[in-house]
Nanobody
């Protein structure tokens, strides 16, 4: 069974930073796209950022562009989301997910993702 395990969530004041980690249980994901999604209370899950594991090519939602950075560490089989200049509207449960698709039309669709982590809470206070 393949697992994705997130960590690094917490509470921070507006303007602060957090780094989320998503550890994959095996190297199956070397040919996958790894993405971060978030879901705030009462809202639908939304796409945040993606990275193609093999090439390192990235893609971001407009709402986080310039503030968040997605990266991966092949040796540790881990994907990171560095979040800077956090805003209260960034408050949500953040989940990582894996898909073998690439392309904007696919990345935004949750039904295209095969594997999901359990999520980690990020709370930003004003």
């Amino acid at each position: 069974q393949v697992h994705l395990v997130e960590s690094g969530g917490g509470s921070v004041q507006a303007g602060g930073s957090l780094r989320l980690s998503c550890a994959a249980s095996e190297r199956t994901f070397s040919s996958y796209t790894m993405s971060w999604f978030r879901q705030a209370p009462g809202k639908e899950r939304e796409f945040v950022a993606a990275i193609r594991w093999s090439s390192g090519i990235t893609y971001y939602a407009d709402s986080v562009k310039g503030r968040f950075t997605i990266s991966r560490d092949n040796a540790k089989n881990t994907v990171y989301l560095q979040m800077n200049s956090l805003k209260p509207e960034d408050t949500a449960v953040y989940s990582c997910a894996a898909t073998d698709f690439w392309g904007v039309s696919y990345l935004l669709r949750t039904d295209k993702y095969t594997y999901w982590g359990q999520g980690t809470q990020v709370t930003v206070s004003s």
